[in-house]
């Protein structure tokens, strides 16, 4: 069987406008594939709850804003988790109107509760078989993520911004791959629409940064360029510095970085032998043929530093997880590597899976580890 081609981003949004189910995926070429199904949450039924229960095999979880997440006086599951997973909410359901809460009917009923209008705290109790997952502000541009991706495929089709979503698993009870999902779209003859797509979309009109400042600075290691953006959905103002030519076909030396008090004001040397701190990056750029070093505003957590710290004494296994692939940066780091014309980048950083560049029309080609004399 041969596998489908994308659809484009409006015959998605026509479709999800009228109430049909498609299926979202990550599909760069250095991503594993996976895959959702979706539908608005404004058209969600019991029909599609059982669909996604029975065909997609996965989780039947409700995409949700931060405002109305905030409406619904839902919190976090884990609080200060990991920026890489999906941020689950307390589970729900409805207060009234349901009789175990597990049947597709009732979980249907629990997700047209949870995104009436007026919906209050009052409507709903926890914890339920509903699953609602906050997206993060901003949306793509800020996560690359298919939770991230689904709501705004549900605001860009005119309905309110909220989906419901599963992911897509094979009869052995694993993500399907690239192939798998295409087999499954066939079958149920759904469309097929991408987080890239999206986001390149989005992009035509919309930017998240603007430009507040540029000009050229005296740095320890001879002049950069300078250009400071403000973030208009999280806020925070962050700091480019480049040196060099920028071609978009020619591959960029980059670094996004988050700073660190043990790696980058200690100097920590353990720390600085596996993860480049702000000055190694500088240097780096200023002895080579230039680059970009984008300065994340970000403040560093307690767990963050503490974390850091146990690295430094060796109590803990190392973990790069400062990087442009952090999903809480991508989206950040990314539109400001597109407006200084980056196209290919040689990162400086781990290499990891980075969710939906191809819709900045970025594309890491090359990685670097730190070299510690």
Not at 49 to 56: D, G, L, W, Y
Not at 58 to 85: N, P
Not at 144 to 168: F, M, Q, R
Not at 270 to 288: D, G, N, P, T, V
Request: net charge negative; glycine share 8%.
């Amino acid at each position: 069987m041969k596998p489908i081609s994308n659809s484009s981003v409006k015959d998605i949004l026509s479709d999800i406008r009228q109430g049909r189910m498609v299926v979202l995926v990550d599909d760069d070429e250095n991503s594993s594939s996976e895959g959702i199904v979706m539908v608005a949450a404004e058209h969600c039924d019991a029909s599609h709850v059982n669909f996604m229960a029975r065909q997609a095999r996965g989780l039947v979880c409700l995409a949700l804003t931060r405002e109305r997440c905030e409406q619904l006086e839902l919190t976090s599951m884990v609080l200060g988790g990991s920026d890489k997973k999906p941020n689950f909410t307390t589970s729900i359901e409805a207060a009234k109107g349901i009789d175990t809460g597990i049947s597709a009917a009732d979980r249907a009923h629990t997700i047209k509760t949870a995104v009436a209008n007026y919906a209050t705290a009052a409507d709903i109790v926890q914890p339920g078989h509903i699953f609602p997952l906050m997206v993060a502000s901003g949306g793509v541009l800020m996560r690359a993520g298919l939770t991230e991706a689904a709501s705004d495929y549900a605001g860009l089709s005119g309905l309110p911004p909220a989906a419901v979503i599963s992911d897509i698993l094979t009869s052995d009870g694993e993500l399907a791959n690239n192939f798998e999902l295409s087999e499954f779209a066939i079958k149920h003859q759904l469309r097929i629409g991408s987080i890239a797509d999206l986001i390149n979309f989005r992009l035509r009109t919309e930017h998240t940064i603007q430009r507040i400042r540029t000009g050229e600075i005296e740095t320890l290691f001879g002049k950069f360029n300078l250009r400071v953006y403000k973030d208009n959905v999280a806020g925070g103002t962050h700091i480019a510095l480049w040196k060099g030519k920028i071609s978009a076909e020619m591959a960029t030396s980059v670094r996004v970085h988050v700073r660190s008090t043990m790696r980058d004001l200690i100097s920590c040397r353990s720390l600085s032998s596996r993860s480049w701190s702000f000055i190694q990056a500088l240097k780096y750029m200023s002895e080579s043929s230039g680059g970009v070093v984008v300065l994340v505003d970000a403040q560093e957590s307690e767990q963050q530093l503490l974390s850091n710290v146990d690295l430094s004494l060796g109590l803990n296994d190392f973990d790069d997880s400062i990087h442009i692939g952090s999903s809480k940066n991508i989206g950040l780091g990314a539109q400001i590597l597109r407006d200084l014309g980056v196209g290919k980048i040689c990162l400086l950083g781990a290499p990891i899976k980075y969710n939906a560049l191809s819709g900045f029309d970025l594309e890491v080609v090359d990685f670097l580890s730190p070299n510690i004399d």
